[in-house]
């Protein structure tokens, strides 16, 4: 194929300059980014629809609350262990492949927990569940890496994560509906099938960008000269990594020798540790510590999610807004996830105030919180070495989810000893107050880690 002619700026006729600089730059990306926030919403939906059929599925199945507890870890199980081999897949077979595949199995195995009729079965499905959403969240960074430049990156992470929060908060009440009318049973077919139905949408309309047909030129310059990288740039990156050191084992620990990634493990492990009581303990939490009728509970359950919801996007606009402001990426990224961290700790205060309106307030604050600190896998795609963005998000997200194991378990036993959820959530905010220490002590300065033989 002939190479095209290259020509200086002072070769460029006046003329085609007025062009060049009036054309308007296409919004291909945002596309792309609806795409993310929606299979996220499905991703959190289907981990998540557990909690809420919980009540009715614990009396059917004869299951009491230790074991519900276990139940509600083991999917972090096996979503733990899937990360890294979840990562390569990513780096060998790209974006489009990876997530199709992820969402349609990960749907499937949701499906199925409607389906069972003992603690095995659904002990079975929620292992298969982890597996198949492992290569969510890597997938998702690394399509932000692709079509972002690094000041929208912040804003494009914090506009998918909000997609964890916003499903929960708005489809919950119709969830708790569609239980009480149909059985908890309704609740797996209804959420697995939109899965399986988004897979396919998936599949037709992701592209790479430069084989998007809505992303003109001007959008591609701009999405490169902010650090991303175009598909065949991507390509290449990948390849020539590949090509000259390969893929050994040893490069996991090479990685975390790093403090880069060792202290943005641990406090998105503290985050994680939050976010994962709200999406497991939090509706039994309700109805046993506050007492609250079924019908209440879907109501007031809205409350946190929405302000999560807001906590996200707020902290991925002030991220970026900072960027931009010209603060360095050590404080631009790193400001929002502490002052979150900080302020998701004062969870612990709800052990201390009788108003069910004063708990869901301070419950509130806490989500908001943790959403501004959900900003975690902006700073992977910030510091992941080329051609490594699959195996570095795998080794982060493992971490991170280590969280799903830890944390139900561990409420599990303090509220089976206690049978009060108060040492839970000194538990919730002591972790909370851990991550915010590891960023400022431990990951150092924001940038791009280089593997040096």
């Not at 992470?157 to 969830?175: D, K, N």
């Not at 139905?197 to 960008?209: A, K, L, S, T």
């Not at 609250?292 to 906590?311: N, Y």
Request: net charge positive.
């Amino acid at each position: 194929m002939p190479q095209p002619i290259q020509t200086s700026p002072a070769d460029v006729p006046l003329q085609q300059d007025a062009t060049v600089s009036t054309t308007r730059r296409s919004k291909a990306r945002y596309q792309i980014l609806a795409l993310l926030a929606v299979g996220t919403m499905i991703n959190y939906l289907d981990r998540t629809v557990l909690g809420i059929a919980a009540p009715q599925l614990t009396k059917e199945l004869g299951i009491n609350a230790a074991l519900m507890g276990l139940l509600f870890s083991v999917f972090s199980w096996s979503y733990v262990a899937a990360q890294i081999p979840g990562g390569l897949f990513l780096d060998r077979f790209g974006s489009k492949l990876t997530y199709f595949l992820s969402m349609t199995f990960w749907s499937l195995c949701t499906l199925a927990q409607g389906l069972v009729h003992g603690v095995g079965g659904l002990f079975a499905f929620r292992l298969g569940l982890g597996v198949s959403e492992a290569p969510c969240f890597p997938t998702n960074s690394r399509v932000v890496a692709t079509w972002f430049p690094q000041s929208e990156r912040a804003m494009a992470t914090g506009t998918y994560t909000v997609g964890e929060y916003i499903g929960l908060a708005f489809f919950s009440p119709f969830l708790f509906m569609l239980m009480g009318a149909f059985g908890w049973r309704s609740l797996f077919y209804v959420v697995g099938g939109a899965g399986i139905v988004f897979g396919v949408i998936w599949w037709m309309f992701y592209r790479e960008p430069r084989d998007h047909p809505s992303a003109n030129q001007e959008e591609l310059d701009y999405i490169e000269a902010g650090g991303g990288l175009t598909h065949r740039k991507q390509a290449a990156d990948a390849t020539h990594a590949r090509a000259k050191t390969g893929f050994e084992w040893r490069t996991i620990g090479r990685l975390l020798k790093h403090r880069q990634l060792t202290g943005i493990c641990l406090g998105q492990f503290a985050g994680n540790s939050t976010l994962v009581f709200f999406l497991t303990w939090f509706p039994t939490y309700l109805a046993t510590e506050r007492h609250m009728a079924w019908l209440k509970i879907g109501f007031f359950a809205i409350m946190p999610f929405i302000a999560a919801s807001i906590g996200v996007m707020f902290g991925g606009f002030f991220s970026d807004w900072l960027l931009r402001r010209g603060k360095s990426p050590n404080v631009a990224r790193k400001l929002p996830i502490i002052a979150g961290l900080l302020l998701a700790s004062t969870i612990i205060l709800a052990n201390y105030v009788e108003s069910n309106v004063v708990v869901i307030a301070i419950l509130s604050v806490a989500f908001f919180a943790q959403g501004m600190a959900a900003l975690g896998w902006t700073l992977v795609s910030d510091i992941a070495p080329d051609g490594l963005l699959g195996v570095t998000g795998g080794i982060f997200n493992f971490a991170a989810n280590l969280a799903g194991i830890v944390t139900p378990l561990v409420v599990g036993f303090i509220v089976a000893a206690t049978g009060s959820f108060v040492g839970a959530l000194v538990f919730i905010g002591a972790i909370a107050l851990i991550g915010a220490l590891s960023y400022i002590f431990i990951v150092g300065d924001i940038k791009r880690i280089v593997l040096v033989d």
